[in-house]
């Protein structure tokens, strides 16, 4: 396992902020196999090291980041009145603090993230860095070329906001690829409705340069492999 900073480790762990930790380290509370921390930046292995804070020993775990086949029918959040993806992830790989890494609609299927860790989360979701999302989009009408045009030029949706550039690859008569570089609500289904068109049917099937694994039945989840969360946060095209 990668050696990590221990603020960050203990913070993401924890109740308490970034801040906080380096009190608790610049005040000697913080140990490291019983040592006292030297540093709130100093890296630890928290698969090995031994971390305690006021003399309790602290249960130190991985982080877990999950692909789902996000099935139609369920809800993109923690809790609901109804199902939500949390509730289809098996026990085995269940635990407290797991979150879906942005949402997708309730009849939206596809890729999902789900993970515990809320700096990635926030590492490829925030405006800035956002990474690309990819849907496959079938629409009720022909794709046409004058779509593909509006898209690509920033489209003014109903309201004032207006999207940043969208690239749209027409896949078949009416079916199309959409990468997105935001996150607006409902922003696929907006795009196509102010050009005319209504979204039958709305899949993602990338984020980052992380393409849905196909073999994945709707509603069920993996882990990420090695190397595949460095794909998730990567801006290259996956579809070039
Ligand atoms: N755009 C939408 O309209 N819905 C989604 O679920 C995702 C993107």
Redesign the pocket.
């Known amino acids: 396992m990668k050696p990590e900073r221990l603020d960050k480790v203990l913070a993401a762990q924890s109740t308490w902020s970034r801040r906080e930790v380096r009190e608790l380290v610049d005040r000697g509370w913080v140990t490291v196999n019983g040592a006292p921390a030297r540093r709130a930046d100093q890296k630890i292995r928290w698969d090995e090291d031994r971390v305690a804070v006021a003399g309790k020993e602290l249960t130190l775990r991985p982080r877990l980041y999950l692909m789902m086949n996000k099935p139609a029918g369920v809800v993109s959040a923690t809790r609901d009145g109804g199902t939500t993806v949390i509730d289809l992830v098996p026990p085995e790989l269940r635990r407290g603090g797991l979150f879906p890494a942005g ?3 309730k009849d ?1 299927t596809g890729l999902l993230l789900i993970t515990d860790d809320g700096e990635l989360a926030h590492r490829i979701l925030s405006p800035k860095r956002h990474v690309p999302k990819t ?1 496959l989009a079938r629409l009720d009408r022909p794709v046409t070329g004058e779509m593909a045009e509006r898209f690509a030029a920033g489209l003014p949706l109903a309201g004032e906001e207006v999207c940043l550039p969208a690239r749209l690859v027409r896949v078949e008569e009416d079916l199309a690829r959409v990468t ?1 570089h935001q ?1 607006m609500y ?5 795009m196509f409705l102010a050009c005319g068109a209504r ?1 039958v049917e ?1 899949r ?1 099937v990338s984020m980052g340069a992380l393409r849905l694994d196909e073999s994945l039945a709707p509603g069920q989840c993996r882990e990420l492999a090695p190397g595949e969360l460095e794909l998730l946060q990567s801006r290259e095209d996956p579809w070039e």
């Open positions: 949402r997708l609609d939206t849907y997105l996150g409902h922003q696929i289904k907006r979204v709305l993602r």
